[in-house]
């Protein structure tokens, strides 16, 4: 049976991805320097700290490897086979990088916690120096994410990254100028596990905002049911059902509905005007605005026809 009904889907111009790979190389670039050069250190000096932070500084390296990688994939234009291109690869890419900030954080929360119960000799100094070199080329490397680090959830977790190595050693300075100056060795395991304390919850954060997104989940800041309410009370519109909201990537939520209109609007001319209203309201009166959106308006009789499992 032909269905008596108008499927009209409009694409607004989604913003595209910018360009991000010029920064993630320099920070990239940096991260490897200061990982290897914080290697050099603690094969010199057998500084347990140094080793920690080094291995803190190559996880951090990877990570903004992933993002770079990610960026890449990110600027590819859609096919017919891939619609969204590989847009949701951030989503992806920050995820991996909180996971990684997440076994970092905990590894540096278990070895603290065993630091404080046996504190190893230290070469503060040398320890110091290291830190020292460190935390400058970190300072670079947030310099450079700092502007683009709200673009989308890969560029949050690459600034994360450095951000978290920075931290690192930052906690590596303090400890040793402590160990230096009064000798208390556990200096060390302390500044670990602040530093943990920072890292952990927003690796935490950042994996529940990229497990929501690929979960599909209704875009955060966005009310399903005052959207329903709203198209509700447009004129024409009797009922709407199969309403769904998602979020393709970071700043491109989108939307469909199936909004029942009588059958007189399609001879009237004012199925196009319900569609045109209903596309208005979700893209300006709610805090997440939708410019991407795909209603289909059709009659009591054929939202009658179909699936019960869409009807909600």
């Known amino acids: 049976m032909a269905h008596n009904h108008s499927h009209i889907a409009e694409s ?33 000096t057998g500084s347990l700290a140094l080793l920690t932070d080094t291995g803190h500084a190559i996880v951090d390296a990877s990570g903004l490897a992933i993002a770079l990688v990610a960026a890449t994939l990110m600027l590819k234009p859609s096919t017919s086979k891939r619609t969204w291109g590989f847009r949701r690869v951030e989503v992806i890419a920050a995820l991996g990088q909180a996971l990684v900030l997440l076994g970092v954080g905990t590894y540096a929360a278990i070895e603290g916690i065993q630091r404080l119960f046996a504190p190893p000799d230290i070469p503060s100094s040398e320890m110091l120096i290291f830190g020292i070199i460190g935390l400058s080329a970190n300072v670079i490397g947030i310099l450079v994410l700092a502007g683009s680090r709200g673009a989308n959830l890969n560029m949050r977790a690459a600034f994360l990254e450095v951000l978290n ?38 690796a935490i954060t950042l994996i529940r905002e990229s497990f929501r997104i690929l979960m599909d989940f209704t875009p955060a800041g966005l009310d399903l049911d005052q959207v329903r309410s709203h198209i509700l009370e447009l004129e024409h519109v009797e009922d ?28 009237d001319g004012h199925a196009e005007e319900v569609i045109a209203n209903v596309k208005d309201c979700v893209a300006h009166h709610f805090d997440v605005p939708i410019q991407h959106s795909t209603i289909q308006v059709e009659t009591a009789r054929t939202a009658s026809e179909e699936p019960e499992i869409s009807k909600h």
């Open 240 to 267: 709407v059902h199969d309403l769904h909201a998602t979020t393709v990537a970071t700043g491109l939520p989108t939307l469909t509905a199936h909004v029942v209109i009588s059958q007189g609007c399609f001879t």
């Open 12 to 44: 607004a111009a989604e913003g595209q991805p910018g360009d991000h790979r010029k920064q993630l190389w320099i920070a990239l670039s940096v991260s490897a320097t200061i990982a290897i050069a914080q290697a050099i250190g603690a094969f010199t």
């Open 165 to 202: 190595d920075a931290l690192g050693s930052l906690g590596v300075i303090i400890a040793a100028i402590v160990i230096k100056t009064t000798g208390f060795h556990a200096a060390d395991a302390i500044a670990a596990l602040l530093i943990a304390a920072l890292i952990i919850p927003r």
